[in-house]
């Protein structure tokens, strides 16, 4: 596995690992927001799997930001509130891919974290 597609796999595995661990505040709640981390980290790991698969190929990169981008709206859209504005700014973090440049998913998947914490800070 090369540096990249590594650094990749390991910040998918650490976002799906926060989406499972963590608990929100009052049961439904807990419910919802457990929801929205989990769609976001199944979403995520998607991403992952088809850059990791095509690690230089710069439309494949596009194509699959594009996709998660599209999703993650969609799922914020389910959503209200800090939850949603949380979705909304993973999804913007997925359309700063869409051109394709690799540097900048490297940089990227270094934030995910941040965001699923973003997600379930919400939830507070």
Known sequence: MTPPRRRLA???ATLTLAALTTACGALGQAVDCNTAANDASKIVTEWTSAITA????????????K???DKTKELAGKYDGEVA???????????TLEDGDLGKATEFTGKITGFQTKI?????
Request: aromatic share 2%; net charge negative; glycine share 6%.
């Open 67 to 69: 996709s998660a981008a």
């Open 10 to 12: 390991v910040a998918a």
């Open 85 to 95: 504005a949380a979705l909304n700014d993973l999804a913007a973090g997925f359309s």
């Open 54 to 65: 095509n690690a230089t190929d710069t439309k494949a990169l596009g194509d699959a930001s």
């Open 120 to 124: 379930t800070s919400a939830c507070t």
